[in-house]
């Protein structure tokens, strides 16, 4: 018998060479990706000493930078071009080479433009690298924990420590871009969101952003009733769920379409859950300074027995392991309150701050000092955060009793009797303009065709005659039926010219209708409790945007009556929580701005508000910082430096 080699022996010879080879470039390959990061690693340990060696100074940065690409490299994974052992195909792996495994199948996958400076400061004239930077505030934030501040303040210290999924390009708001998400897909029909974090994200301790992360800042902390984050969660209740995917892959899904749900889910920051799981809510109600985030700065010390408190400055340090792409050039912000507007322009004036807000009158009378601008930098533009002030009128029950302005009648009567263009001219110095309803003009939600109510005592008069409010006794003080005195109390800040004035001018006016007005002046450390508890007949307040649109269920809807929501005036009406439903729900931008008009001129109707005056931003800085831009978002501290001696613009 005689041994033959056939074909089918031939076909197996051919599978086994076949399996050979494939294992012995599987092994040649992986030795490829070995050497790789090896050498990469080896790379980052000596760019790591030599940052440890080097001093403050233009090459630190640039090897920062250097560095941020070899661990963003590493995070994603060494690929060899054109090896044999490369994975994914076109569906898998998305346009240039981009890994998409992670997304749904059919879907668009948006690959947002990574955040950076939108202006280098290290190209700035003078450049210096390091040092301090201080902003004098004009309100003390009671606390500075993400979700918990209830003011600006608060927020202004927040938003150098934490950072969201996505944000708006400072200088383009038509630019959505990837923040802690490299990249995202959102359902065609709008009821989820899907988010891969950039690999590279880190907190400040430098533990990795993850998931599980996103999941917990929005299941766990920022919609537990136990936390006070009534207002964040007024914005936020459309999220019906946050999905953990995998360590970097998080899914929302969203309870139905809404035009905001992407700006909800992508725009808040993301907290630690490292850190803040590890609290209790009444822990985290009670905290002060107990503020962590993945952003350019951070706090010195975490510790809950030396955390900060009111009314030390805040002081914030330079996160040297920031994962972005550009580590600030900035060691410090220091954020000092100064309640009093002279003493806050004085200090401004002697060097103890860089950056001040001014009074509408001190911005104009000092601005044209001679020999300003050789020292100053002075800016005055209207950008997204630009607000409206108001004087809020209590429509509910204060203390379990309906004040008078309950009724629309009364309310319209009080705007009637301002005259707000004298009140813009004599208060502010001219600058802003009179505000009538609750969008900045350059918002497309803005209704053009609404005109202010006039300055019209008689119309004043009659109106409240029309509620009931006559003087039946000839004291020059109007009464109900029962005869009680019109009389209401009216609260203000304390320290400010402004508010000051504001309030005697109130005070005066209502007097001219037979109205008995009580000022009440207050620390602004109170206000919140204020608004909270709805302890006030009328206050004068002012609200700043955080984006292009501004969702009003926020502010105007009734559901944000309860739960210490920012609906304090209490003001309820069914068919403005109509029209909110309805916009919200309205994805086609065209149709949902008829709805918001057709808002804001029920508003105007009821005036729950009356609207003042739109709020240009004005700011002092010291020539001595370099790189400030006035972009149409706002501006860009992370990207301010400190330069030498740079000469004045002529004139």
């Not at 109106?463 to 006559?470: D, P, S, V």
């Amino acid at each position: 018998m005689h041994n033959r080699f056939g074909l089918k022996d031939a076909l197996v010879l051919v599978v086994l060479l076949g399996v050979v080879l494939s294992l012995w470039l599987a092994m040649f390959q992986k030795d490829r990706q070995w050497t790789e990061v090896q050498r990469m690693s080896q790379r980052l340990s000596e760019i790591e000493s030599s940052l440890g060696r080097l001093q403050a100074g233009s090459d630190a940065a640039g090897i920062g930078e250097r560095l941020g690409r070899i661990e963003s490299a590493l995070a994603s994974g060494v690929r060899v071009a054109g090896s044999a052992g490369s994975t994914g195909s076109a569906a898998s792996s998305g346009l240039g080479g981009r890994d998409e495994s992670w997304a749904r199948p059919g879907v668009p996958v948006i690959w947002g433009e990574p955040w950076g400076w939108v202006n280098d400061p290290r190209k700035q004239p003078g450049f210096v690298e390091g040092g301090e930077f201080c902003e004098s505030m004009e309100g003390q934030p009671p606390k500075i924990l993400p979700f918990l501040s209830q003011d600006v303040y608060g927020r202004r210290v927040s938003d150098r420590v934490c950072e969201p999924l996505g944000d708006y390009d400072p200088a383009d708001l038509s630019k959505f871009r990837g923040v802690l998400a490299e990249a995202w897909q959102m359902d065609p029909a709008g009821l989820w969101l899907r988010v891969k974090i950039n690999p590279r994200a880190r907190f400040s301790d430098g533990q990795p952003v993850t998931a599980e992360d996103v999941r917990f800042t929005f299941m766990d902390f920022i919609n537990n009733p136990q936390i006070d984050a009534a207002r964040v969660r007024a914005t936020t209740d459309m999220i019906a769920n946050v999905s953990v995917l995998g360590d970097l892959v998080a899914e929302f899904t969203f309870k139905e379409s809404n035009y905001s749900n992407r700006d909800a889910a992508m725009n808040n920051y993301v907290l630690p859950k490292h850190f803040y799981g590890a609290l209790t809510p009444a822990q985290i109600n009670k905290a002060t300074g107990l503020l962590m985030g993945s952003g350019p700065f951070r706090v010195a010390s975490l510790d809950p027995e030396r955390q900060w408190a009111p009314p030390e400055d805040v002081v914030l340090v330079r996160n040297e392991r920031y994962w972005g792409a550009h580590r600030p050039t900035l060691e410090r912000l220091r954020f000092k309150v100064i309640r009093d507007e002279l003493s806050r322009l004085t200090a401004y004036r002697n060097g103890e701050a860089d950056m001040t807000t001014p009074l509408a009158p001190q911005f104009v009378r000092v601005s044209k000092e001679p020999g300003w601008d050789q020292a100053n930098q002075s800016f005055n533009w209207i950008n997204m955060r630009s607000g409206y002030s108001f004087i809020a009128w209590q429509c509910g029950p204060r203390n379990g009793k309906l004040t008078p302005f309950a009724d629309r009648r009364v309310r319209l009567a009080m705007t009637h009797a301002l005259d707000r263009e004298r009140m813009v001219r004599e208060v502010w110095e001219g600058t802003g303009v009179v505000a009538t309803q609750p969008a900045n003009p350059v918002s497309p939600a803005a209704d053009p065709t609404i005109k202010p109510w006039p300055y019209d005592l008689d119309r004043a008069r009659a109106l409240l005659a029309e509620a009931g409010w006559t003087d039946r006794n000839g004291d020059k003080v109007i009464e109900n039926e029962r005869g009680d005195p019109f009389t209401f109390e009216f609260t203000y800040a304390t320290g400010g010219e402004v508010a000051e004035r504001i309030a005697r001018y109130v005070q005066g006016q209502a007097a001219l209708v037979g109205i008995r007005c009580t000022l009440n002046a207050v620390d602004w450390s109170i206000y919140a409790d204020l608004l909270q508890s709805r302890n006030f007949d009328s206050i004068v307040l002012s609200w700043q945007a955080n984006a292009p649109e501004s969702d009003p269920s926020q502010i105007y809807h009734s559901k944000s009556i309860k739960d210490q929501g920012d609906n304090f005036v209490q003001w309820a009406n069914p068919e403005a929580d109509r029209l909110i439903d309805a916009g919200r729900r309205e994805t086609d931008a065209a149709k949902r701005m008829a709805i918001w008009h057709e808002l804001h001129r029920l508003i105007h109707q009821e005036q729950p508000y009356t609207f003042v005056r739109i709020q240009p931003w004005l700011r002092f800085v010291k020539r001595g910082i370099g790189n400030v831009q006035a972009y149409p978002k706002g501006l860009e501290v992370p990207e301010f430096c400190r330069v030498g001696a740079v000469p004045a613009p002529p004139g």
